[in-house]
């Protein structure tokens, strides 16, 4: 997709606090995130997920260079947003530079404040996601402890960064993976 129309589309949808939805993995295209764009950079974008019932989700940093299709004012994002409205949903605050990559400044901070995260990642045309908590970030070097539905740890797991496709956290599953954790 057009990089130039994808920014002037996301942001349009930010100004007017419009949900939309983006697609950005090719290997499954009926697969996409739902919310409101917090922010665009000229190589990400930062959502603010709204789940299939209306309710708040966390967030999602996601390259825009995946990014093939966004879907804009549509009836199923009006009915989210109105129920969003009625049911007083609320995201919690998220705050992270957007000075440098976005990306190493998300990990920096869930490594640093101890925030579980979910990596998708493309290695080698298979994807692939991660759950749990970022150990270390060496510039395009990123140690990531995985983690199962339990909290129980598959290991270190070692990948680069231009490997990432997006980062969420916040999530309702990334909070009881907390919990299960501590």
Same mark, same amino acid.
């Given at each position: 997709?057009?990089?130039?129309?994808?920014?002037?589309?996301?942001?349009?949808?930010?100004?007017?606090?419009?949900?939309?939805?983006?697609?950005?993995?090719?290997?499954?295209?009926?697969?996409?995130?739902?919310?409101?764009?917090?922010?665009?950079?000229?190589?990400?974008?930062?959502?603010?997920?709204?789940?299939?019932?209306?309710?708040?989700?966390?967030?999602?940093?996601?390259?825009?260079?995946?990014?093939?299709?966004?879907?804009?004012?549509?009836?199923?994002?009006?009915?989210?947003?109105?129920?969003?409205?009625?049911?007083? @949903?609320? *995201?919690? &605050?998220? %705050?992270?530079?957007?000075?440098?990559? +976005?990306?190493?400044?998300? #990990?920096?901070?869930?490594?640093?404040?101890?925030?579980?995260?979910?990596?998708?990642?493309?290695?080698?045309?298979?994807?692939?996601?991660?759950?749990?908590?970022?150990?270390?970030?060496?510039?395009?070097?990123?140690?990531?402890?995985?983690?199962?539905?339990?909290?129980?740890?598959?290991? @270190?797991? *070692?990948? &680069?960064? %231009?490997?990432?496709?997006?980062?969420? +956290?916040?999530?309702?599953? #990334?909070?009881?993976?907390?919990?299960?954790?501590?």
């Amino acid at each position: 997709m057009d990089r130039e129309i994808l920014c002037r589309v996301l942001k349009n949808a930010m100004k007017a606090q419009t949900i939309v939805y983006i697609y950005n993995d090719m290997t499954s295209k009926d697969e996409r995130y739902g919310g409101f764009v917090q922010s665009v950079t000229k190589d990400y974008v930062v959502m603010q997920i709204v789940s299939t019932q209306a309710r708040a989700s966390g967030y999602l940093i996601a390259r825009l260079d995946v990014v093939f299709r966004v879907d804009n004012g549509g009836q199923s994002a009006k009915r989210a947003e109105r129920l969003y409205l009625l049911n007083q @949903e609320r *995201h919690e &605050e998220f %705050a992270v530079s957007t000075f440098g990559n +976005l990306l190493v400044n998300v #990990l920096t901070l869930a490594m640093d404040q101890k925030i579980a995260i979910s990596v998708f990642l493309d290695q080698d045309e298979e994807r692939e996601s991660l759950n749990g908590y970022v150990r270390h970030v060496v510039k395009e070097h990123i140690v990531m402890e995985d983690l199962d539905d339990d909290a129980e740890s598959y290991g @270190e797991i *070692h990948f &680069e960064l %231009a490997s990432i496709i997006d980062i969420q +956290l916040g999530s309702r599953d #990334l909070k009881n993976l907390a919990l299960l954790y501590e």
